[in-house]
């Protein structure tokens, strides 16, 4: 398992999708329509997303206006989003811990909790550092992720999910450095259940912010959901960053 990272098998399957995407589409169209409000980009500025799936929050900000290219390790991911390809959208299959296009973006974009996988610091530095670098001078990274602090004192330990036939039996734990989740996966189709584990690292404000300072970024500001509600440790479900780096 050590040399064959979890998600790269995971991200690539027909079921995280199905587990995590068939969700209430319009929060993450009112997320981005609230981040360009709070951003007011120009319009047709080039922007990143870092870990884009298969491209739902890109096609949402192409839609919007502006010139949007998608990265995304999962090869089917990226397949799936090129469909969607037009002259201000397109998608590459790309390594968040390589470098991508240097100081090209106005905006880079890491949203839905698309970090923290890595096994090393220096992996999440490398990843930090391709997102820094593909920023021109004035421009602007977002990054969205989980609040620690909130779900360590939150964390619904087993459920149980059914989407269009297939059941999944989850599981969640942690220790002091990460959060873990056990997918079994029940599908008539299958000869037998799956079972796929994620882990997330627990990096908290004073993480990113450290983080981003060594790649010359500085944070702006800080919001704990998706309603851009003031940022607070123990009651905040989600740590939306907005960095960029000091003129």
Not at 177 to 195: A, G, M, R, S, W
Not at 210 to 234: A, H, I, P, S, T
């Amino acid at each position: 398992m050590a040399s064959y990272p979890w998600f790269r098998e995971w991200f690539n399957s027909p079921y995280y999708h199905l587990l995590y995407f068939n969700r209430d589409q319009k929060e993450a169209a009112d997320f981005i329509d609230g981040l360009i409000t709070r951003l007011q980009p120009p319009p047709g500025c080039r922007m990143l997303d870092v870990a884009c799936g298969r491209g739902r929050h890109s096609r949402h900000l192409a839609d919007c206006g502006f010139d949007v290219t998608g990265i995304d390790l999962s090869p089917d991911s990226i397949a799936f989003a090129k469909q969607f390809e037009n002259d201000h959208l397109q998608f590459f299959q790309h390594d968040m811990r390589l470098p991508f296009w240097i100081r090209y973006f106005d905006f880079a974009f890491n949203f839905f909790t698309s970090f923290g996988y890595f096994n090393t610091r220096r992996e999440h530095d490398n990843a930090m550092r391709t997102m820094a670098q593909s920023l021109n001078a004035d421009g602007t990274l977002v990054i969205d992720y989980l609040n620690s602090r909130y779900w360590e004192n939150h964390l619904q330990h087993k459920m149980e999910k059914e989407q269009d036939g297939v059941q999944f039996h989850i599981t969640k734990w942690m220790d002091e450095t990460h959060f873990y989740k056990k997918i079994e996966i029940e599908d008539e189709q299958l000869d037998h259940p799956l079972l796929f584990q994620e882990k997330v690292a627990k990096f908290s404000l004073g993480d990113f912010t450290e983080m981003l300072g060594d790649q010359g970024l500085q944070v702006k500001e800080v919001f704990g959901d998706y309603q851009f509600g003031r940022y607070r440790l123990n009651e905040s479900p989600r740590l939306v960053i907005i960095a960029q780096r000091p003129i």
